[in-house]
């Protein structure tokens, strides 16, 4: 089965929706085909604690807010698959789904879009897969030997999995801190980073955060070079329960180990740990192997672009893969600017 339209959007999460709002107020015909069975995209998948960084009404997607959680500052995950949920039906949002992105190919004038269940051919491409489904893992000497538990980010529910058992978390940053604080009351905890965690303020969340990226991209596309930005703010947002193990003295991080051995972990100076698990939250990758017949893909991996549009090939926006497409178009409130951005430049691309 062949289909057309004139926009085809792959991914159905939070900036698949906010791609999808946006061409709707263009009136531009469009379909977004999304590999998950049910809406929410990644936060279906998170683990049982997550919390936003920010309070609902800045956590929002363009057209609506998102209501309050009763009883919490910050939503949990659930609160925001309900809010994507009623987010796609209140728009009526044209979602494919399960549908699963083989590959995107050029076809004269349109892009032929290869998927599971048939062929989609449009005039333009938003790629909105982000990151979830490529969890990245460093190539540790000696990862394969340990005969504990292994697992990622993404892996991770509850600390109830783990109560009195030997775990190490790997990973400076907020998932990292968050998922150490998680496990701290439950296990004989050991954190590793690979340098000392830098908290922000504790009065600081995703409200400064989305400030501060947006005023450094502003910097940048002006030529500045002195730009702060969100770096230099600290890598941890100090959520209530970061601060709490924080403070209790149960988040002390050790320094990155060498390798690692069949029942634990070895540093550098001769010291060791047992471990019966090891989490890594070490990060992702973006998610652009269905890109790959078009070739764009530079030596570090990443498509060059001008805003959201691929510089090689003007029809393919990508949107939501971090600071490279959109400032803070990771994030909730982040991704309505670049979402807009494209939708304007595709429609003039259209015409």
Avoid at 250 to 265: D, H, I, N, S, Y
Wanted: proline share 7%; net charge negative.
């Amino acid at each position: 089965m062949t289909q057309a339209v004139d926009v085809v959007v792959i991914g159905g999460g939070q900036s698949g929706l906010a791609a999808g709002y946006q061409l709707r107020r263009l009136g531009l015909d469009f379909a977004i085909l999304d590999a998950q069975s049910t809406p929410g995209g990644a936060w279906q998948h998170t683990w049982d604690s997550l919390h936003l960084f920010s309070p609902a009404a800045y956590s929002s997607l363009p057209g609506r807010l998102m209501p309050p959680q009763p009883d919490e500052t910050y939503p949990d995950a659930a609160h925001v698959v309900e809010y994507l949920r009623d987010y796609e039906q209140r728009y009526d949002l044209p979602v494919h789904r399960p549908v699963h992105v083989t590959g995107v190919h050029r076809d004269g004038e349109l892009l032929r879009v290869e998927t599971d269940s048939g062929t989609w051919r449009a005039r333009a491409v938003i790629s909105a897969t982000g990151t979830w489904s490529r969890p990245f893992v460093p190539a540790v000497p000696g990862r394969t030997e340990f005969q504990g538990t292994q697992l990622h980010t993404v892996e991770y529910r509850s600390p109830v999995d783990f109560a009195g058992q030997r775990v190490i978390v790997v990973g400076g940053g907020n998932s990292g801190a968050q998922i150490a604080a998680d496990l701290a009351s439950y296990t004989e905890l050991t954190w590793v980073t690979l340098r000392e965690p830098r908290y922000l303020a504790d009065d600081i969340d995703g409200r400064a955060l989305f400030d501060h990226a947006t005023a450094r991209r502003r910097a940048l596309d002006e030529g500045r070079t002195d730009t702060g930005g969100v770096a230099s703010l600290g890598d941890i947002v100090a959520v209530p329960p970061v601060r709490e193990a924080r403070d209790a003295g149960l988040l002390k991080a050790q320094p990155m180990f060498e390798r690692l051995m069949p029942t634990g972990v070895a540093w550098a100076d001769g010291m060791t740990a047992e471990a019966d698990a090891i989490i890594w939250c070490t990060g992702f990758r973006p998610a652009l192997s269905h890109l790959a017949p078009l070739g764009l893909r530079g030596p570090r991996g990443h498509i060059s672009t001008t805003g959201t549009q691929a510089l090689a090939e003007p029809r393919l926006h990508l949107l939501g893969y971090g600071g490279w497409t959109g400032p803070a178009s990771a994030t909730l409130i982040g991704v309505g600017r670049p979402a807009r951005e494209a939708a304007r430049t595709i429609a003039g691309l259209l015409r």
